[in-house]
């Protein structure tokens, strides 16, 4: 079994997480909690704000790997009116759970990440929109808002300070696609979750017509460490081109299924062998999701993968929403792929074409595979389907999540394709019947 690797330079997000009662105020100020805010909104300037995340490195952590700092940038300065942060705390990622982890453990963070944020960029209202399964999470970032405001460190004057923040609470829908930042925005208004075409982008046209930067939950908990302890100490961790920590959500047929945070740069091998105490009794790795459901797959082969930026770039595929997903060897990859398929039709907003009926092709497709009825023209169909829905032929990324579910899995399991299309067996034997 390989080094248990983990963040060899010391935890950034759960750093406190051992300490009983973080997510009350009291625990949390003790530690240091809102000494950041304070720092900020008393001592620096919007611009030292964005200078220091930028010197961190800090990069989005809800799938699209945006630097922060530039995101923020992107706001105009010069605008008159209201300006938003919305927190994406949508997380409906098949395989990740780490916001909710996050949010649960340590709400404050949260929620001052997003005051600095707002501060950052000129704007005083932060909206968090949390996914509406997400109950206990709701509760405790309501109380802790409410904490925040009776204390005085948010509203009209937060430590004393000329500049009012604010930060509320909305609780999303109940879609996939309400955590894609455009169609979180159509929700937030109370519109159905549509993405909108692009440009403008919502740094200049985003919630009610207004700049908006859509940060996740993960991105913005990260902030008040960087302001306390400084950007540079923040990209002293992680790897040349991919800094810091970041979570990751295990789950599947390991030992120890779970969130952990990560220095950026270990491999796979160091998260599902070491962190996540390795493969349950008798079994093999078989594949993996490096990064949710929408990343593409890796074979057991590439376990030695680094978790930095390059290395997955390389192979075609993302870190994304950082959910890790094993699967061993008793597993059909064609009948993982054929339900991941199902999801993503589902879910398709049906706004665009390519997404809309692409999906729905792909599931027809798979379902007469599963029913023994595949042949070489299914294999066909299937790869021209997942092309139709790849390349910015959709309006947003979930066509492209399901594109690359079928791309990614016929490359590497293409024996597997085969079987079951031109000789009607499964090689796991099980899938068929279970289908
Ligand atoms: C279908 C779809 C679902 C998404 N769901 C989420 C989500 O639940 N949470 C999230 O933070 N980002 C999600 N994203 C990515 C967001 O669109 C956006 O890139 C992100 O919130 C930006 O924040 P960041 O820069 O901090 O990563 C999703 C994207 C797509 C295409």
């Not at 970032?141 to 930060?167: C, N, Q, S, T, W």
Request: glycine share 12%.
């Amino acid at each position: 079994m390989a080094e248990q690797r983990g963040t060899v330079g010391g935890p950034v997000l759960t750093e406190w997480f051992a300490k009983a009662d973080l997510h009350t105020l009291d625990v949390y100020e003790s530690l240091g909690g809102y000494s950041a805010l304070r720092k900020v909104v008393t001592t620096m300037t919007a611009q030292q704000v964005i200078d220091e995340v930028k010197i961190s490195g800090l990069r989005g952590r809800g799938g699209a790997d945006f630097p922060t700092a530039m995101k923020w940038s992107f706001v105009p300065k010069d605008h008159p009116g209201p300006k938003y942060i919305v927190v994406n705390a949508d997380e409906s990622e098949p395989g990740s759970a780490k916001d909710r982890y996050l949010m649960e453990n340590s709400p404050h963070a949260l929620i001052e990440g997003a005051a600095i944020a707002s501060f950052a960029i000129g704007g005083h209202q932060a909206w968090i929109y949390i996914r509406g399964e997400y109950d206990l999470p709701y509760e405790m970032l309501r109380d802790a808002i409410a904490e925040a405001h009776a204390k005085g460190y948010l509203g009209d004057h937060p430590f004393g300070a000329d500049h009012a923040l604010d930060v509320r609470l909305y609780r999303g829908h109940g879609a996939y696609i309400c955590g894609e930042e455009t169609a979180l925005l159509e929700s937030l208004e109370g519109k159905r979750a549509q993405p909108r075409s692009r440009p403008p982008f919502p740094a200049v046209k985003g919630a009610w017509g207004l700049p908006t930067a859509v940060n996740n939950v993960e991105t913005l908990s990260t902030v008040p460490w960087i302001i306390r302890h400084g950007g540079a100490e923040y990209a002293s961790r992680g790897t040349e081109k991919a800094k810091g920590t970041r979570m990751v959500t295990v789950s599947g047929d390991v030992k120890k299924p779970g969130n952990y945070e990560i220095e950026i740069g270990v491999t796979y091998r160091d998260i599902i062998e070491g962190l996540a105490g390795g493969m349950l009794p008798g079994r093999k790795l078989k594949v993996f999701w490096p990064g949710g459901s929408s990343a593409k797959v890796l074979p057991a082969s590439m376990l030695d993968t680094s978790t930095d930026l390059d290395g997955l770039k390389a192979l075609g595929t993302m870190g994304g929403s950082g959910g890790i997903i094993v699967m061993d060897d008793s597993h059909c990859v064609v009948k993982a792929a054929a339900r991941l398929l199902r999801f993503y039709a589902f879910e398709s907003c049906g706004k665009c074409t390519p997404c809309r009926v692409g999906g729905n092709w792909a599931v027809r497709t798979y379902d007469r595979i599963m029913a023994n009825e595949g042949s070489q023209l299914e294999l066909g169909i299937l790869e021209r389907v997942s092309d139709g829905l790849q390349n910015g032929r959709c309006l947003c990324g979930l066509g492209d999540a399901a594109g690359w579910v079928i791309e990614s899995t016929m490359r590497h399991f293409h024996d597997e394709y085969e079987d079951h299309c031109l000789r009607h067996t499964c090689n796991v034997g099980r899938a068929l019947a279970h289908a």
